[in-house]
């Protein structure tokens, strides 16, 4: 009669090392699962900070690119005034013929360098702002992460008294 419940006292045993293994488990995992959400969340946090400084960029192209449009402009109009002072200076006149077509040219082309700087800062501000919606959509995939970390958790209680419930069905079948 003793042989028969040694077996059983084993087993017994065994289930419940089997029970709190999976109870010991559940906990770890959970504490990997909330580790790695912190990390996908910090990640997250990154991608936010670094859409935020290509938005920066994107501004300071767009301000930098105005600027020197404007100086541009400003350089044009003067090389005008010196080429109409030069004209005037030769006693050529300078709202006729080849002066008038110089100094228009030149207008001419000042004006399409001019929309050329816009044109290259616009650009410059367009690819920063892509960078930026790219950080952001990242940042939206560690959320994702997070969230999903989160969601992976398990209760202890409930892996283990499932471990009890199927390791106590194996044991009492050994003894009926």
Not at 91 to 119: C, K, M, N
Request: proline share 2%; net charge neutral.
């Amino acid at each position: 009669m003793c042989a028969p419940a040694i077996p059983g006292i084993i087993g017994a045993l065994g289930l419940g090392m089997q029970v709190m293994g999976s109870y010991q488990a559940a906990k770890a995992e959970n504490r990997a699962a909330d580790y790695n959400a912190d990390i996908a969340n910090q990640n997250a946090y990154i991608q936010e900070q670094n859409a935020v400084l290509a938005e920066d960029r994107a501004a300071d192209s767009t301000r930098r690119g105005e600027i020197e449009e404007k100086q541009h402009r400003l350089r044009v109009s003067q090389m005008i005034g010196g080429q109409k002072t030069s004209f005037a200076g030769s006693g050529v006149v300078v709202g006729e013929g080849s002066a008038l077509q110089t100094t228009q040219d030149t207008a001419s082309l000042g004006e399409f360098d001019a929309l050329t700087i816009r044109h290259n800062a616009a650009s410059e501000a367009w690819g920063h702002n892509m960078s930026a919606r790219n950080e952001r959509l990242q940042g939206d995939v560690f959320k994702s992460q997070a969230e999903m970390h989160k969601a992976s958790k398990r209760s202890p209680l409930l892996s283990a008294g499932t471990t009890l419930l199927t390791g106590g069905t194996s044991l009492s079948k050994q003894f009926l």
